[in-house]
């Protein structure tokens, strides 16, 4: 159980989700997949979301990440609520906030480890050195300093995925979405590309939410959610 007073855990909540609904038509009829759903993620916390297939967790991930909106309910990212946001705000919270990583690295294939990581962080303004700098730390917390100068294609799939990690935190978000970044390492790359994902969201003090079917890494986490009829459940 958290010591934080209920008051200051919900000032404190990096994405609160409130009453989402999110339907889609399919001809006459209408696919609810999520309807009342509510949900708390806290600076330093892993929560795992595990549900079958099709429960609509990449349509939760999607709406917390402001890539869509809900068709009611509110998103509320570090304390601003979304939906009454500009689409020029919206975009930009998800550039300065939020991180994302998918199953596949989509990583620049002409690009260095180390220049994936750092060329976000130049966009974003900051000096080559400053960058560089700080991409050399995450590779580092992510146990592949040593690869900096590889190409993805010279890198394994843990090692990529473990890069794509570390250029999605690049910006020092305060939101982590991934969407089964272990789905298709081996169970040991999983464990690795885990091992390093928790260094960082435990350093950084981001709140991370990770859909995964993978029941072992779910354990690991500090929370675990499900989907059911429209709403997140905690699971224990
Ligand atoms: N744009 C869309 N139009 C219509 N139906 C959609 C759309 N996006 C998702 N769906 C449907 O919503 C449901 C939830 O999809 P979603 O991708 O969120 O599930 P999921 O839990 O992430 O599944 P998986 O584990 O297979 O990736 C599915 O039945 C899907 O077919």
Redesign the pocket.
């Known amino acids: 159980m958290s010591t934080v007073a209920p008051a200051d855990r919900e000032r404190a909540s990096i994405l609160r989700l409130r009453g989402v609904e999110r339907h889609?038509n399919?001809g006459a009829s209408r696919?609810t997949?999520l309807s009342g759903a509510d949900f708390d993620l806290y600076p330093g916390e892993l929560v795992a979301l595990a549900?079958?297939?099709?429960?609509?967790?990449?349509?939760?991930l999607q709406i917390a990440g402001l890539l869509e909106k809900p068709d009611e309910g509110e998103v509320i990212i570090a304390g601003r609520a979304a939906g009454k946001l500009s689409d020029a705000d919206r975009t930009a919270i998800r550039r300065v906030q939020i991180g994302f990583v998918y199953q596949f690295h989509h990583l620049l294939g002409e690009f260095s480890a180390l220049e994936n990581v750092v060329i976000p962080q130049l966009i974003r303004g900051l000096s080559k050195p400053v960058a560089t700098q700080r991409a050399m730390q995450l590779l580092n917390y992510m146990r592949v300093k040593e690869r900096a100068s590889h190409r993805p294609s010279e890198l394994s799939g843990g090692e990529q995925q473990r890069v794509a990690i570390a250029r999605a935190v690049a910006n020092a978000p305060r939101l982590l979405l991934a969407d089964e970044p272990t789905g298709n390492l081996d169970p040991t790359t999983a464990g690795y590309v885990f091992d390093g994902l928790t260094r960082l969201v435990r350093a950084s003090k981001l709140g991370a939410l990770i859909?995964t079917h993978n029941h072992d890494l779910a354990a690991r986490m500090d929370r675990r959610i499900t989907l059911q009829g429209g709403k997140v459940v905690e699971l224990e």
């Open positions: 889609f399919e696919l997949v549900a079958p297939s099709g429960a609509g967790k990449s349509t939760l859909a």
